[in-house]
T-cell receptor, first 117, second 112 residues
């Protein structure tokens, strides 16, 4: 148990559906992240939020829409996804985002396994 | 272009022996390095880290070595145990900035 929870753990959706992934951290951290992990590829950073403000968007298609209402919660809203978006979506949190520091250590949730039909 | 590479997708080691997992990086601005361990159906779990001001960090059975001139780090597990069987990811962070760059992982199997 890392202190980061994600729901749902598994999700199957059609290309026309709208769904949301939820992440919650109980570590008192200020930064939260969304990653995508596809088979045989490194973790790809999607979004970074620091103190509820988005600080990074790694050229993610607009069919993925993040929301961070407070430092403890992070959502990823999904709409009109493509089959190639099927992957494991991981949420993480860290104390800070200053870079090159122990406060950067990220703690991950268990992930949501997404399948787009 | 991948800035962090783990060239061995898998490794098998006998229980009690040493496991050595390797990681190479290309960006000289990387300042902080971590190893994560991942079991199936779980998220990566932080294992051990090292800052570029050090060349070694030890935590129990786990030791991470950093060779800055070679842009190489390695994770040593001694002695290896069957419960260590998992996928191990290395990650690197630059001196400034909030992005971690991950390798593709090495799947370690410790044979009883």
């Amino acid at each position: 148990e890392t202190g980061v929870t994600q729901t749902p753990r598994h999700l199957v959706m059609g290309m026309t559906n709208k769904k949301s992934l939820k992440c919650e951290q109980h570590l008192g951290h200020n930064a939260m992240y969304w990653y995508k992990q596809s088979a045989k590829k490194p973790l790809e950073l999607m979004f970074v939020y620091n103190f509820k403000e988005q600080t990074e968007n790694n050229s993610v298609p607009s069919r993925f829409s993040p929301e961070c209402p407070n430092s403890s919660h992070l959502f990823l809203h999904l709409h009109t996804l493509q089959p190639e978006d099927s992957a494991l979506y991981l949420c993480a949190s860290s104390q800070d985002v200053r870079g090159g520091s122990v406060t950067d250590t990220q703690y991950f949730g268990p992930g949501t396994r997404l399948t787009v039909l | 272009d991948q800035q962090v590479k783990q060239n061995s997708p898998s490794l098998s080691v006998q229980e009690g022996r040493i496991s050595i997992l390797n990681c190479d990086y290309t960006n000289s601005m990387f300042d902080y390095f971590l190893w994560y361990k991942k079991y199936p159906a779980e998220g990566p779990t932080f294992l051990i880290s090292i800052s570029s001001i050090k060349d070694k960090n030890e935590d129990g059975r786990f030791t991470v070595f950093l060779n800055k001139s070679a842009k190489h780090l390695s994770l040593h597990i001694v002695p290896s145990q069957p419960g260590d069987s998992a996928v191990y990811f290395c990650a690197a962070s630059p001196r400034i900035g909030n992005q971690f760059y991950f390798g593709t992982g090495t799947s370690l199997t410790v044979i009883p």
